[in-house]
């Protein structure tokens, strides 16, 4: 019997319309499903709860109904496990998702015909360090972000690749992303988009002060060590835009492929491209 955990993000206007809905097809296929408490105690379903900690040892797919923020979560918390995860989209550009709330009965056949692929989808580890001592440590799906604070002057960040020296770039900082990642901060600073079965690291300067600053597209098994200096202190690290740690001149990111890799389900016959054209193009985008 498939085992699934759904996990809503209550933010989200719709996500407990459609969680209600997704249980009721779920439990009427015969799947096993699990929610978390709160989720449980809205729709009197305490005997199906768990919490997000013990969803690893009890399902075998987690489905998220959220927007991209909810998933790259997500996918953080979950990484070690290589456990699949479908993204329904009750947010605003729903990039990662794979699923529309009107589709549930759909997507919920498709599972269970065995319709899907997995794409296993690169992740970045990184370190802060300070004196040679290591502070902070995270993971990422999308991208790792150092940069200055909104109202301070430019910074200088200095990038080594395997310890050789790749160039200073002075400006507002430079974001270390994935192929996942090459679609969201990096995209909106002039990075390349870059499809997610290409196994890369990128390189992308904000808002550099140089014309010769580019992106750069790196080896994906290479380790990056990125120095920062700068005459204030008002500059941090951010992973995924949702966790940040603030930095100090003369401090240390170190930036390398992780171990882990998220684990993602996707329709065989909708591609990358597919959804590059829809979701950043607009709707109705077709090949002539």
């Known amino acids: 019997m498939l085992t699934v955990g759904i996990i809503v993000n209550p933010e ?8 209600s809905q997704l249980l009721h097809l779920l439990e009427e296929k015969k799947v096993k499903v699990y929610i978390e408490p709160e989720v ?27 927007g991209d923020g909810t998933l790259l979560g997500i996918a ?8 699949p995860i479908l993204g329904i ?11 529309e709330p009107e589709d549930l009965s759909s997507a919920v056949d498709r599972l269970l015909d065995g319709d899907y692929y997995i794409e296993e989808r690169l992740m970045l580890e990184a370190e802060m360090i300070r004196d040679g001592k290591v502070l902070k440590h995270g993971i990422a799906l999308n991208d790792v972000g150092i ?21 200073k770039y002075s400006g507002d900082g430079v974001i270390i992303s994935t192929p996942t990642g ?14 997610p079965d290409i196994q890369t690291i990128l390189l992308t300067p904000i808002c550099p002060h140089t014309l010769t600053s580019r992106p750069m597209v790196l080896p994906a098994e290479s380790i990056l060590e990125v120095k920062v200096f700068a005459h204030h202190t008002e ?21 390398q492929r992780s171990k882990h890799r998220t684990q993602l389900i996707k329709w065989k016959e909708r591609s990358f491209f597919e959804v590059v054209r829809k979701k950043l193009q607009g709707e109705g985008v077709s090949e002539r």
């Open 40 to 66: 449980a105690e809205r729709f009197n379903r305490l005997e199906i709860q768990l919490t997000k900690e013990q969803f690893p040892h009890h399902v075998q797919m987690i489905f998220v109904l959220g």
């Open 235 to 255: 500059m941090g690290v951010t992973i995924d835009g949702q966790l940040g740690y603030e930095l100090q001149s003369g401090d240390i990111v170190r930036i």
């Open 182 to 195: 090459s679609t969201a901060y990096s995209l909106s600073c002039g990075g390349p988009i870059v499809s």
């Open 12 to 19: 989200k206007p719709k996500a407990h319309d459609v969680a």
């Open 76 to 83: 953080r918390q979950f990484a070690p496990y290589d456990i």
């Open 147 to 167: 940069a200055k604070g909104s109202f301070s002057r430019m910074i200088d960040s200095s990038v080594y690749m395997d310890g050789m020296f790749v160039g």
């Open 89 to 99: 989209n009750v947010g605003y550009l729903g990039f990662l998702s794979e699923a």
